[in-house]
């Protein structure tokens, strides 16, 4: 079972990163769930959601403790969850905005400068999905491969086909720093 | 001078609608609510869609309305009745639906339901009887109770101070954009009654023609609840009610007039 | 295949399949997406969405469409669904089927909106004026909650019906992936419509009204009838109690997942507990608690109330066994370690420190005290 927490301010698309990491997971046959914070942080504050998944049914939706995996997207979500992270467990941060020292030395950090990467793209909206570079360099959850098919069925609209090649292209440079 | 048993000369001068069922009504002595319901009746014949409508009824003296009508007819919660309407209509939407709705229904209780189905634009007929007073639980006072009018909750007559002045539905309903007609009229006498049942007529047709809301406002006598003999209650609306209610067209396709 | 899906979402298109063509809504947290998604379907469905001027006006829409004879919906969230009670009273009196989803949040009054299973009593004793129920079902997944909506609507049809489907925002919110399977629909002639077919057939009218007390009591006499032939046939419950078990702990809906995974803990240092899932909370599965391994010493109750199912439980287990309660309220969730530490207690055992950092609530919280 891996248990995550994608968080950071609402509209840096958190949501949107961990629905896709559960949507990659659902289609490589494990069980899922996806769960948003929706009470009073929602509006323009902190939002974050829970994403667990695992070879067997899945009990309680909410990760409060024993994160494995954390996406942490502004400083405030490294204060809030950096606690709850397991020993041993993954840490990965949007070093573009968060400025402070991740202070644990039994967690892995990945510093991702991933609003950075996503202006260079020319497109500050992508920066959650260079946070998917650190899952594909520390873990073995998906491949580059599985993203694009995901995307391809998010963007099926003729319209936004283009957004797929920039989120791969984003993705990428994030895998080279 | 003609013998009535001959059959050669007899005729049928009037009978009643079969647009009514043989319940017999269960409005008091005076009462200008069978009237109405007898308009109504006859103009769902007339336009060949009684088989097709449905009547809502709503909580009031007209209750039992589902009992009279002789078509399908469903009784609804106090005041929601264009809210059933609505739901009717929006399933079955060739049929003819229409409320049948007090003062006290319309007016107070369901003031949100009347209004938004207007809003909307709902295709359906609105027969509003107003007689400025809840009939049926005592003579109670309504919204469209006369200021110093006495009532069961006004012993001391309508008092403008704290109960402010009688709400006027029609002028209210003409101000809603997706309206379509509106007009208050009267059945307190025989010319009005004309007048009463060419205005109900023209709101099924408007309906029947898919040209959306009508509301037909009908002032009407509750000698029991007054206090009044039937004749005076008819003076009491002709006197007293139409001044403060003005009769007529306040909307008309749509446009105010 | 399976799709990734919102509860509220799954509730709205399985409604769709489930021949649903008139959806009555107002917009209340956390149930937003359903009449956001029904806006964006229904009509490409060949139905009707309408965005009602209040819960009130929505579920008399209902009513309406009811008797019209269509399949129709409403759903909204607890202080929604108190309003709507003198609609659902009606509908019970006129005997009309629809269903009614309740994405619950916790109050009293506007509360928060936040998960919450305190309307519990209004859902399973009536809720509004008069002798009536309705079927309650309890969905724990969204696989679940989809399923349960394609049952709602044959219930509700079958038996002339209002049916409830309570969940709470944690299930309203979350997703899970879901096989999106058309079941099969009962189709049931309703002669009994009002929808203006009086050229081919005598006229039909739909009422909760008699004026004389035995007509009254006889259509009331009937309709207990039928709240017999539902109790007989749909009470529905997930009982996972074995011989050797010790402590079976009663949960429902999305915090009964919760549960599962206190009772994983404890079997995982010798304490066998097991879950007993109401599926249907009326009818209530309560003869389960007569027939109950002989190993069984403890029944836990967890809620997110302060404590409205435990009555149930109570009445089923009828002294049998002492029945223990745990609960959460305004939105708090309980953790696992919770749940956990409770039975602990029970088993006069050590608590453990709780991971989130929540503070476990004793008898004497749940009493009133802090």
């Known amino acids: 079972m891996t248990r995550m927490v994608f968080s950071g301010f609402g509209g840096q698309g958190v949501l949107v990163l961990g629905e896709i990491v559960a949507t990659i997971a659902m289609h490589k046959g494990k069980e899922v769930t996806w769960m948003p914070s929706y009470g009073p942080e929602m509006r323009g504050g902190t939002a974050n959601c829970s994403v667990i998944v695992a070879d067997t049914a899945i009990g309680s939706p909410i990760v409060q403790s024993d994160i494995d995996i954390l996406c942490a997207m502004n400083g405030a979500s490294v204060d809030k969850f950096l606690p709850r992270v397991k020993p041993g467990g993954l840490v990965l941060v949007n070093s573009t905005i968060v400025t402070q020292k991740v202070d644990r030395d039994d967690v892995e950090v990945l510093e991702i400068n991933a609003t950075d990467i996503a202006g260079q793209v020319g497109n500050l909206r992508v920066a959650n999905m260079v946070m998917l570079a650190g899952f594909l360099k520390k873990t073995d959850l998906f491949t580059l491969d599985d993203i694009t098919t995901v995307l391809k069925q998010r963007f099926a609209g003729a319209r936004s086909q283009d957004l797929i090649p920039l989120n791969i292209r984003a993705i990428e440079i994030g895998m080279g720093e | 001078m003609p013998n009535p048993n001959n059959e050669a000369t007899r005729r049928v001068v009037y009978e009643k609608s079969r647009g ?49 009508f002789n078509c399908d007819a469903i009784q609804a919660a106090h005041g929601r009745a264009p809210a059933v309407a609505t739901g009717i209509k929006r399933a079955e939407p060739s049929k003819v ?59 001391f007559g309508r008092a403008e101070a704290t109960t402010g002045k009688p709400i006027l539905v029609s002028e209210m309903m003409a101000t809603i954009p997706s309206a379509t007609y509106i007009e208050r009229v009267s059945a307190h006498d025989v010319p009005h009654i004309t007048k009463t049942k060419r205005a109900i007529k023209k709101a099924f047709e408007n309906q029947i023609n898919g040209k959306g809301f009508s509301m037909v406002e009908v002032l009407a006598g509750c000698p029991v609840g007054w206090n009044l003999s039937p004749v005076d209650s008819m003076k009491f609306i002709a006197e007293t009610m139409i001044p403060y209610f003005p009769l007529g067209v306040y909307k008309d396709e749509g446009v105010a007039v | ?52 001027e209040s819960e009130v006006g929505a579920i008399n829409m209902v009513y309406g469409a009811a008797a019209a004879g269509v399949r129709t919906m409403t759903t909204s969230s607890s202080p929604g669904i108190a309003l709507k009670q003198e609609g659902i009273s009606y509908l019970c009196g006129a005997n009309l089927p629809c269903v009614i989803a309740n994405v619950a949040r916790c109050g009293p009054g506007l509360g928060g909106i936040l998960p919450g299973q305190s309307d519990y009593f209004q859902a399973t004793r009536g809720g509004g004026n008069g002798d009536y129920y309705t079927p309650v079902y309890a969905p724990a997944t969204v696989q679940e909650a989809w399923d349960m909506v394609f049952e709602s609507f044959d219930i509700a049809d079958k038996y002339r019906t209002p049916v409830q489907i309570l969940l709470d925002g944690m299930l309203g919110q ?9 079941h099969p629909r009962l189709n049931i002639d309703k002669p009994w419509a009002t929808n203006g077919n009086a050229d081919k057939r005598p006229r039909n009218t739909i009422t909760s009204l008699s004026l004389f007390g035995e007509v009254l009591e006889a259509m009331n006499l009937q309709r207990f009838k039928v709240y017999e032939e539902i109790e007989k046939n749909e ?23 919760i549960v599962r995974n206190a009772i994983d803990e404890l079997r995982a240092e010798g304490i066998n507990a097991a879950l007993i899932r109401p599926i249907t909370l009326w009818p209530y599965p309560y003869d389960t608690f007569q027939d109950l391994p002989k190993s069984v010493k403890h029944i836990l109750v967890a809620e997110l109330s302060m404590g409205q199912m435990v009555e149930d439980v109570r009445l089923g287990v009828n002294g049998k066994y002492p029945v223990h309660f745990y609960g959460r309220t305004g939105g708090v969730v309980f953790e696992p370690g919770e749940i956990a530490n409770k039975v602990r207690e029970i088993m006069g055992k050590p608590a453990k420190p709780l991971a989130s950092g929540q503070k476990q609530m004793t008898d004497s919280n749940l009493k009133g005290g802090i």
């Open chain 3, 1 to 52: 295949m399976k799709v990734l899906m919102k509860g509220n979402e799954a509730i709205s298109e399985a409604a769709i399949q489930a021949g649903c063509t008139a959806f009555f809504g107002y917009p209340i947290t956390p149930q937003n997406e359903i009449p956001e998604y029904m806006s964006a379907k229904m009509e490409k469905a060949g139905g009707v969405f309408i965005q009602a």
């Open chain 2, 20 to 68: 009514l069922t043989d319940t017999p009504l269960t409005y008091c002595p005076g009462c200008t609510h069978g009237t109405i319901n007898k308009l109504i009746a006859e103009t769902l014949v007339e336009l060949d869609v009684l088989e097709k409508s449905i009547a809502i009824a709503p909580v009031g003296c007209s209750v039992l309305a589902y009992e009279f």
């Open chain 3, 174 to 182: 979350m997703m899970e992936p879901v096989e999106m399977k058309v």
């Open chain 3, 235 to 257: 009470t529905a419950v997930e009982n996972t109690v074995k011989e050797g078990d010790t402590v079976a702990i009663v949960a429902y809906g999305a915090p009964s997942r």
């Open chain 2, 97 to 155: 639906v229409f409320t049948y709705q007090g003062d006290g229904d319309l007016a107070s209780i369901g003031t949100a339901e009347i209004i938004h189905a207007a809003h909307r634009g709902e295709n359906i007929t609105v027969i509003f009887v107003n007689n400025a007073i809840y009939g049926m639980t005592g003579g109670q006072m309504a919204p469209t109770t006369l200021v110093d009018q006495k009532t069961s909750t006004s012993p």
